[in-house]
C-alpha cells in the first residue's frame, strides 16, 4: 500500500501519528531539532520540513525494512504505535476535514522517514515561503521490539533554506 499526499506543513512540520493519540511536542528535544529532523513521542511522529508550506509526502506500508533510497539526503527512523489501527498525517493548522487517514493492522511500526531532493508540488503553493522542496517519504513496516530514533543517513547541517 502506497499513498502520496500534499500536506500543509504550518509551523515547517506536519504529523503522522494513531487517530486516537495526540502529540504534545515532546518529541523536540534539541538532538531531535538538530540532528533527527524528527521529533518521535509515544503518540507519533513530527516530521520537520523545509518549508512551512503545502509540501509532497508519500506513506508505503512494507512487510519488512525496504531498501534506503539513493536519492535521499537525509534518512532517520522511529517507532510508530498505531494501537487502534488507524493512521492520521495532518499538518498543525488543518481542520479535522484536512486530515487523512488510512487504516494499518493495529501494533508497533518502525517508520523511516526519507528527505528527498524534488521540486515544487504540483498543486499551488507559497513562492515567497523560503527553503528548499524535498519529498517526505514515510515507509513503515511491522516490528516486534521497540528500538531508538536511528538517523541512517545525516543531511546538511543547514539544510532549511
Not at 508497533?108 to 508540488?121: E, F, I
Not at 499551488?124 to 511491522?142: A, T
Request: charged share 20%; hydrophobic share 40%; no cysteine.
Amino acid at each position: 500500500m502506497s499513498v502520496h499526499l500534499v500536506v500543509h506543513a504550518d509551523q515547517r512540520q506536519f504529523t503522522i501519528r494513531d487517530s486516537g493519540l495526540r502529540l504534545t511536542g515532546s518529541g523536540w528535544t534539541s538532538e531531535a531539532v538538530e540532528s533527527h529532523r524528527i521529533g518521535a513521542e509515544p503518540a507519533g511522529i513530527a516530521i520537520a520540513t523545509a518549508r512551512s508550506d503545502l509540501v509532497e509526502s508519500s506513506v508505503t506500508l512494507a512487510p519488512s525494512a525496504p531498501a534506503l533510497s539513493p536519492a535521499a539526503e537525509h534518512v532517520v527512523e522511529a517507532d510508530l504505535p498505531v494501537p487502534s489501527g488507524r493512521l492520521v498525517i495532518s499538518g498543525p493548522a488543518d481542520y479535522p476535514s484536512q486530515e487523512k487517514y488510512f487504516s494499518v493492522l493495529p501494533g508497533l511500526y518502525r517508520a523511516r522517514v526519507s528527505y528527498v531532493p524534488a521540486g515544487p508540488p504540483s498543486v499551488d503553493w507559497n513562492d515567497h515561503e523560503y527553503g528548499e522542496h524535498y519529498r517526505y517519504v514515510v515507509e513503515l513496516w511491522p516490528v516486534e521490539e521497540q528500538s531508538d530514533v536511528e538517523v541512517l543517513r545525516q543531511g546538511a547541517t543547514v539544510w532549511d533554506g
